[in-house]
């Protein structure tokens, strides 16, 4: 039986990944533990095989005041748990990095495709913390010690917070929403899962670019999320005209609206 730990006790992945290979396997033990306060440091780290590491600042105000803050959850507390896990003969770490790492928001009528040789390029905290992490972590790995990598998109499903669940929110209290034929790689949490129990099964190390095997269309996402609540809603395809003109001025709607995916 593998012993894995997720660092994140109350993430929104760490605990669908906890239910999913409690579910689905028998070979698997799963311990969360939370790093708000000091108490992990006192984890026996030599009883597992596989460290997941999940806890990271997300989803908060990219200001000056928290630039701190990024750097010292999202690298050197990552760096610390791995350098933990590394002492102790776990045999896997697993990061959770991100897509924003390529420093890519999308563009309104433009592809913006990310390829294996796209160069790394943050222009968030949250991407620039991750990355850091990713090129400490790297350094760390060795044949006994696996450094495994994840860049996902956009992660999503029932009950999940962050951005999609801003898109459910609007899917259930607006009649109308704009058209836009957009294309965004976005990965299913339990299709992550799938990702994940393979890599621990297989005990590989390396960087993952994972995502669904369609890409998404914004507008259409939002009236499928509708529908599954019972709820009625009309594509405007004019409010998507106008969308695409003022995007030039505001490029929160190229967040939104924009093209922007992995290669298949």
Not at 106 to 124: A, F, L, Q, S
Not at 163 to 182: C, G, R, T, V, W
Not at 218 to 223: F, G, H, P, Q, Y
Request: proline share 3%.
């Amino acid at each position: 039986m593998k012993r894995i730990l997720i660092t994140g006790k109350n993430s929104y992945v760490g605990t669908s990944l906890e239910n999913w290979l409690v579910k689905n396997y028998k070979i698997y033990s799963v311990h969360l533990i939370s790093l708000r306060n000091d108490l992990w440091r006192k984890t026996d780290f030599s009883q597992y095989d596989v460290v997941i590491h999940l806890a990271a600042v997300v989803h908060m105000k990219e200001n000056s005041e928290m630039e701190t803050m990024y750097f010292k959850v999202n690298r050197d507390l990552a760096v610390e748990v791995a350098n933990r896990a590394k002492i102790a003969g776990v045999k896997q770490f697993i990061f959770m990095s991100t897509m924003a790492v390529y420093g890519e928001e999308g563009k309104i009528g433009e592809e913006i495709i990310i390829t294996r040789e796209t160069k790394t390029n943050p222009k968030t905290f949250y991407g620039k913390s991750k990355l850091e992490a990713e090129y400490e972590l790297q350094k760390m790995a060795y044949e006994n010690f696996k450094v495994v990598i994840l860049r996902p998109p956009m992660i999503y499903g029932r009950n999940c917070p962050g951005n999609y669940s801003k898109l459910e929110k609007m899917a259930l209290k607006i009649p109308i929403f704009p058209f836009i034929d957009n294309k965004r790689s976005m990965l299913h949490v339990e299709k992550l899962n799938i990702l994940i129990e393979e890599i621990i099964k297989n005990e590989v190390g390396g960087i993952f670019l994972p995502q669904d095997d369609e890409y998404v269309t914004t507008s259409l996402l939002v009236k499928k999320i509708a529908e599954q609540n019972g709820k009625k809603i009309y594509l405007s395809h004019f409010m998507g005209c106008v969308i695409k003109i003022v995007a030039k001025r505001n490029n929160l709607f190229n967040k939104v609206f924009g093209n922007l995916v992995y290669e298949k």
